[in-house]
């Protein structure tokens, strides 16, 4: 196996990842979960489906470039720095389609997966260049400081459109409806 055939699997298996992981929270209520996966029908919440699908499958694969030996460089580095800038990457697109058109959920998935596809296709050439830094610390740290922050907004969201999830009238994790 190749680092492109690899590349074409993990597309795949992040954009199934993202599927199951969007009923992961309301099969499973509870506060880990709640961080980790939606926990309503919201924009933000929603931003969980590319971060975790995207750094979970990367495990995945990180594990699997290693059993092959296939070369990589900076891999946790780069997919973080990917992951994290797959938020802004779909919100550009997909806010200005929302606010023309509203909610349609072809759009949605067929975004997701061109932002996976996307991200997945820049990892790919990043991590055969050895680029001269060695550690993957900075990638940590950030992926801490992300769920720590996917968590603190999932149960103090901001009251703006973004946070509100307008299927069930609600911000967040609360239960009460918004009037």
């Not at 929302?98 to 998935?109: C, K, S, V």
């Not at 990638?139 to 999932?154: D, M, P, S």
């Amino acid at each position: 196996m190749t680092l492109k055939q690899e590349k074409i699997i993990a597309i795949i298996g992040t954009f199934l990842l993202a599927f199951l992981f969007h009923f992961l929270y309301d099969w499973y209520p509870n506060t880990l979960f709640s961080i980790f996966f939606p926990v309503n029908e919201s924009i933000w919440e929603h931003m969980k489906l590319l971060f975790t699908p995207i750094l979970t499958y990367g495990i995945i694969e990180y594990l699997t470039l290693k059993y092959l030996h296939i070369q990589n460089h900076h891999y946790i580095f780069f997919l973080t720095i990917l992951a994290l800038l797959s938020i802004p990457f779909y919100l550009l697109f997909y806010l200005p389609f929302y606010y023309l058109i509203g909610e349609q959920m072809w759009f949605n998935i067929t975004l997701l997966f061109l932002v996976i596809l996307f991200v997945h296709t820049i990892h790919y050439f990043l991590i055969q260049k050895n680029l001269p830094f060695h550690s993957d610390l900075p990638a940590l740290i950030l992926i801490i400081i992300t769920y720590i922050l996917f968590g603190y907004l999932t149960y103090r969201p901001i009251k703006c459109d973004l946070f509100f999830d307008h299927v069930n009238e609600k911000y967040g994790i609360h239960i009460y409806k918004i009037k």
